[in-house]
Structure formats: C-alpha cells, structure tokens
C-alpha cells in the first residue's frame, strides 16, 4: 500500500516546527518529511523534536548529506531516535548540493565512492556490528555502537543520476527520488536501481519514495488523481511539496490532509 507524506521545507523557522508537527498529527498525514539544508536547521534536531511532539506520526529525513557528517555520528544519532521512537524514523543520506560541500571544505571529489562507503559502514554500524573499513573517504577502526537499535533500520539513499540510483539498488534499503522526476524518468530510475539490486544479488524489498511538487493551481482532486498514477508507476510513498507560491507551511499540511482523504 502506498503511503502518504508532506513535506516541511527547512527554511520553516523552528520555532513554529510544533506548530507544523501537531498540525500534520491532527490532520491525520501518514508522515511529515524534512531535510537538512545549508546553512538552515540541522535534520536530526529536527526530526526529534517533532516525534517528541506527536505521538503517532511517522517522520522521515530525507536527506542528511553525507559530506557534512561524520558517519559514526549519524549512526549514533539515527540508532538513538530509533530507540527512542521505535517505527517512527526513517533515514535518508545523499551527496549533498556540492556547492555548499565546498563551502564548509567537505567536498569529495568522488561523491558516488563517498556514499557508497558511508551507506556500506552506517548500515553495518546500525546493524550493531563492529566495523573497521579505511576506503578512500571513511574511515573506522573497531568501531561499535553502545546502544544500536533493537531492530536493524533501513537506510535510504537519495539519487537521481544513473550511477548512484544503481549504487542505491547495490547498497541501500530504499531511493528518494526527487520532485522534478518525471514518471517516465521514475520507470528510468527504477530500472537503473533494479539493475544495482541484481549486480549485487539483492532480492529483499526496497522502498522507493516519490516527492511531487503540487503546482500552484493545483486542487487536492488533482493532486490525488496524480498520486494514483504515481502508485500505480510502483512509488511506495508519495510525498506532496508546497507550490512555490505557498509560504505557508500549515496551509500546506491542510492542503495535504485534503488530498489524503481523496485517496
């Protein structure tokens, strides 16, 4: 079945993140997604601040980029909300805007081996194993988490270019394929990611999440026939973004809710 999300854009001021969150329970979305942006909030303060304040709602970061974090960190904080929030997170990392990389004097001049090792450790690490690996970017040595999840998490892998959607099918749980994807561009995807999951005999489930942007005209009656076709393409979670005229983030999570109950 697919599932259903909004979207709270990070340039949302955190002081009105309990506003937004308690207005996306209410309303009764599946799930409520954010992001890290340079240089705006971090995505992990976030996301736990608002299951903090819900008590049902599922919260997805999508994505943490993984230049800016050192990957023993971001397992250590997803395995803490994990513990904390059991079945409520899920967690997305991806290269990053290069551009803001460079500015903070983190970017990789191989991005794609950058992930592939960061999504090879923080899985391992997540799973509670004691990991050593010295590759061209990460770099651990008898490395453990005190406290991992009881359950191992999915991790998922943002992608778009041929190469990292068949490197997300090799190594992640799931893909975030952006909003401007089309669904001709998300069958594209799907191949290029089904072809990773052979190369590396995966058969297990691998969750793929869709961001639609909703135009500015757009009704909810559109919005859900466009959902529709989307689950039918295979997305198992469609995640609605504000138009680009919409500045506000509660009337967006009302707009959501309008949709939602269409489905």
Do not use: K
Not at 43 to 60: D, E, I, K, N, P
Not at 236 to 241: C, L, Y
């Amino acid at each position: 079945m697919t599932t259903f999300g909004a979207t709270c854009i990070p340039q949302v001021p955190p002081e009105r993140l309990r506003e937004v969150a308690r207005a996306a329970e209410d309303e009764g979305l599946d799930e409520l997604w954010l992001w890290e942006d340079c240089f705006w909030g971090g995505g992990v303060a976030t996301a736990a601040a608002v299951l903090a304040w819900t008590a049902r709602l599922r919260v997805g970061i999508g994505v943490l980029p993984v230049p800016l974090r050192n990957v023993a960190l971001t397992a250590m904080e997803t395995a803490t909300l994990h513990r904390l929030f059991p079945g409520r997170l899920t967690v997305g990392v991806g290269h990053g805007v290069q551009d803001w990389m460079g500015q903070v004097g983190a970017r990789p001049e191989s991005p794609v081996t950058l992930l592939r090792e960061y999504i090879e450790a923080l899985r391992a690490l997540l799973r509670g194993e004691r990991v050593t690996t010295h590759g061209r970017y990460v770099h651990l040595d008898d490395v453990q988490l005190g406290w991992p999840p009881a359950a191992a998490p999915e991790v998922l892998a943002a992608a778009r270019g041929p190469r990292t959607l068949r490197l997300s099918g090799e190594v992640a749980d799931g893909s975030i394929l952006d909003r401007v994807t089309t669904r001709e561009e998300f069958r594209t995807a799907r191949e290029s990611i089904d072809a990773g999951r052979a190369a590396a005999g995966r058969s297990g489930p691998h969750r793929v999440i869709q961001y639609l942007a909703a135009a500015d005209s757009a009704d909810p009656a559109a919005i859900a026939e466009t959902i529709r076709a989307w689950a039918a393409a295979g997305a198992d979670t469609i995640v609605v973004h504000p138009a680009a005229a919409d500045q506000d983030p509660i009337a967006h999570i009302r707009f959501a809710a309008q949709v939602r109950q269409l489905l």
